[in-house]
């Protein structure tokens, strides 16, 4: 079992940045770890991962060369920071992870964090 505690949330106005963390505890195994974001009225979408092992780093569109997926090994943490916010960034924001071969879609993630809010103003 893996136990995933997001943080970081809050208020910005755009233009304006803010860090995640996603801090795993429990059996930490893992080889994917995801971002995902959900709006009110709107389906949880896919935003970053990263693959624990050697780094590589997969994002959606719409966060390309605004958000950063990153992670510290040692604090076994994985960070999304999100730089240039939009009001259409405005979601509750989730971690997840995975133990799978290859990117995994969004039903193959098995443990999941309560979710984080964050709130851009215009």
């Known amino acids: 079992q893996v136990q995933l505690v997001e943080s970081g949330g809050g208020l910005v106005q755009a233009g304006g940045s803010l860090r995640l963390s996603c801090a795993a505890s429990g059996r930490t195994f893992s080889t994917y770890v995801g971002w995902f974001r959900q709006a009110p009225g709107n389906d949880r979408e896919f935003v970053a991962a990263?693959?624990?092992?050697?780094?590589?780093?997969y994002y959606a569109d719409s966060v390309k060369g605004r958000f950063t997926i990153s992670r510290d090994n040692a604090k076994i943490t994985v960070y999304l920071q999100m730089n240039s916010l939009k009001p259409e960034d405005t979601a509750v924001y989730y971690c997840?992870?995975?133990?799978?071969?290859?990117?995994?879609?969004?039903?193959?993630?098995?443990?999941w964090g309560q979710g984080t809010q964050v709130t851009v103003s215009s």
């Open positions: 990263i693959r624990w092992s050697g780094g590589s780093t």
């Open positions: 997840a992870a995975a133990i799978e071969d290859s990117i995994p879609t969004i039903g193959r993630y098995k443990y």
